[in-house]
Nanobody, 126 residues
Framework: QVRLVESGGGSVQSGESLRLSCVVS????????MAWFRQTQGAQREGVAA???????TYADSVKGRFTVSYDRAENTLYLQMNSLKVEDTAMYYC????????????????????WGQGTQVTVSS
């Protein structure tokens, strides 16, 4: 079983940066896809960025050029570097892990992931 624990959220001003971390423990899959999702109250959880074990990354249009997803194998940690934050980035951010290298068109489908973290809150003010 894979366990995911996020950290790094906080309150920042518009234009500032944050780096989210998601530590992976347990028996990780030999081939995998990991992703960051976010959710605001009353809204659907939406995909933000995803990366596969062969380093193929996908980004939502709303974060392209501002966010970078990466995975550190030595630390078993997924990162999300968020730059030029906007008020509309305010949300609870969740990391997720799925089995296998998911094709780009499906990486933001919730059903592709079977392990989820508890979330970390990001609040951006103007």
């Amino acid at each position: 079983q894979v366990r995911l624990v996020e950290s790094g959220g906080g309150s920042v001003q518009s234009g500032e940066s944050l780096r989210l971390s998601c530590v992976v423990s347990g028996h990780m899959y030999s081939s995998w896809t990991m992703a960051w999702f976010r959710q605001t109250q009353g809204a659907q959880r939406e995909g933000v960025a995803a990366i596969t074990s062969d380093a193929s990354a996908t980004y939502a249009d709303s974060v392209k050029g501002r966010f970078t997803v990466s995975y550190d194998r030595a630390e078993n940690t997924l990162y999300l570097q968020m730059n030029s934050l906007k008020v509309e980035d305010t949300a609870m951010y969740y990391c997720a892990a799925g089995v296998g290298s998911i094709g780009p068109a499906f990486r933001f489908l919730l059903s592709e992931y079977n392990s989820w973290g508890q979330g970390t809150q990001v609040t951006v003010s103007s």
